[in-house]
């Protein structure tokens, strides 16, 4: 979930910094900036033909995202690959995620059952790859991938705990696709019909360990060297 973003700036520059923020954080998730890449903010001024009071706007709230640092004296920059964070940010939904996972398969209804096997098959349906537009991944699978793990959530009926999991997955969707392509052999595909079959079978503690392997998998490619 992106982060709320207020302020007392006229209309129009608020257009014009949304539609920067978009740009940035769209282009940042493609990787068509390098990990640790610096953000200045007059030459994204002069690419997007605004001010830099709009521009130094969508920065601040792609660092709220976690798609960006605010470095001391040095401006704006992507995180670095080898930054620590990554691997909190995995710790972290090691540790939230299975608890909310057990939680919502022991609470969930048949409503429920019906929008994870909905979800699921959706992921499954959506091409994630379009070469001929160099995109990884696609906007569509990736939006169908976070319908799918926070559906697997939303039984636990916690509202509290699944914003913890929304920011936890924005901050952790760079990370999660610069492992994919260090990892290109990775069957997710088999990774997400284990978490449906468990989760619609009530298998808790089976949904849990295939849960836990598969944000595992995630955080270990993260440390492997180029």
């Known amino acids: 979930m992106t982060q709320t973003f207020?302020?007392?700036?006229?209309?129009?520059?608020?257009?014009l910094s949304e539609q920067v923020y978009a740009h940035l954080r769209d282009a940042i998730m493609r990787g068509d900036y390098a990990p640790g890449a610096p953000l200045k903010p007059?030459?994204?001024?002069?690419?997007?033909?605004?001010?830099?009071?709009?521009?130094?706007?969508?920065?601040?709230?792609?660092?709220?995202?976690?798609?960006a640092d605010r470095l001391p004296n040095r401006g704006f920059a992507v995180p670095s690959f080898s930054d620590r964070?990554?691997?909190?940010?995995a710790e972290a939904r090691r540790t939230i995620e299975p608890a909310v996972l057990r939680m919502s398969?022991?609470?969930?209804d048949l409503d429920w059952e019906a929008?994870?096997?909905?979800s699921h098959h959706?992921?499954?349906?959506?091409?994630?790859?379009?070469?001929?537009?160099?995109?990884?991944?696609?906007?569509?699978?990736?939006?169908?991938?976070?319908?799918?793990?926070?559906?697997?959530?939303?039984?636990?009926?916690?509202?509290?705990?699944?914003?913890t999991f929304d920011r936890l997955w924005t901050a952790s969707e760079l990370a999660r696709r610069w492992s994919a392509h260090r990892n290109?052999?990775?069957d997710g595909v088999q990774?997400?019909?284990?978490?449906?079959?468990?989760?619609?079978?009530?298998?808790?503690?089976?949904?849990?360990?295939?849960?836990?392997?598969?944000?595992?998998?995630?955080?270990?490619?993260?440390?492997e060297q180029p």
């Open 42 to 67: 007059q030459d994204l001024a002069r690419e997007q033909g605004v001010s830099l009071a709009v521009v130094r706007e969508a920065l601040v709230r792609v660092v709220g995202d976690g798609l």
């Open 105 to 108: 398969i022991e609470r969930g």
């Open 85 to 89: 964070r990554w691997q909190e940010i």
């Open 122 to 163: 959706r992921l499954a349906r959506t091409p994630p790859f379009e070469p001929e537009k160099g995109e990884y991944y696609t906007a569509a699978w990736a939006e169908a991938h976070r319908t799918f793990h926070r559906t697997l959530l939303e039984g636990c009926g916690n509202h509290a705990l699944l914003e």
């Open 115 to 118: 929008r994870v096997r909905a």
């Open 191 to 223: 990774e997400h019909r284990a978490l449906e079959e468990a989760a619609l079978a009530r298998d808790a503690d089976t949904a849990v360990a295939v849960l836990n392997q598969h944000l595992t998998l995630t955080a270990a490619a993260l440390t």
């Open 184 to 186: 290109p052999g990775r």
């Open 6 to 15: 207020h302020s007392s700036a006229p209309p129009g520059r608020l257009m």
